[in-house]
């Protein structure tokens, strides 16, 4: 059975990692990604890769930023994996994360190409907060799940 595992970013291979994953499959490998945006460095904010057999393959920000709910970021999955279930086993241990930190509800601004993945794991829309559609977020739909 594959092994995955999701762990907060830590050594400076991590970071890089993290960094080339989403600069590439959610920025177009475009200059302007922030690897410094102060948004990674919040307290509140946890940078998570994961893992497939020791190796990282997907990343996720989760945001500790309202009091109820887990924001979900940036989700992305390395491109030569993906649509064979690397984000199913993602969204597998997010949830289990969220769960674990004793929360009921996860939030994200889906992409429009992406709102069938969401919704496989019976996310709904919810416009959560409308203000964040801008930047990266611009035609996004806000989407929930609870459990
Ligand atoms: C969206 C993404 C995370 C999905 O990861 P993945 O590894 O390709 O997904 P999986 O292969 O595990 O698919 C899980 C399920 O979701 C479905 N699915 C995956 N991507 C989908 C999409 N874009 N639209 C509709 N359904 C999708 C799959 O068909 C599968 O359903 P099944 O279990 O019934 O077969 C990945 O494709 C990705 O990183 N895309 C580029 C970045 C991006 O758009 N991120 C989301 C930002 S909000």
């Known amino acids: 059975m594959t092994n995955f595992e999701l762990k907060k970013v830590n050594t400076k291979f991590e970071w890089q990692a993290y ?10 490998n ?25 190796e990282p393959v997907a990343t996720v ?3 500790k930023t309202v009091d109820y709910a887990m924001i979900i970021r940036l989700v992305a ?10 984000g199913k086993e993602l969204m597998r241990l997010i949830i289990e994360h969220v769960k674990n930190a004793g929360l009921h509800k996860i ?6 190409t992406a709102v069938g993945y969401y919704e496989k794991f019976n996310f709904a829309e919810d416009p959560w ?3 964040e559609l801008h930047g990266i977020a611009k035609n996004s739909v806000q989407m929930s799940l609870t459990f």
Do not use: C, T, W
């Open 19 to 28: 960094h080339r994953i989403r600069r590439k499959e959610l920025f177009d």
């Open 61 to 63: 920000r989760l945001d």
């Open 107 to 112: 939030l994200v601004n889906a992409r429009i």
């Open 77 to 86: 999955v390395r491109s030569d994996l993906q649509g064979k279930g690397v």
């Open 30 to 54: 475009s200059r302007h990604y922030d690897e410094n945006h102060p948004d990674e460095f919040k307290a509140e904010n946890e940078p998570m890769l994961m893992f497939m057999e020791g």
């Open 129 to 131: 907060n409308p203000d």
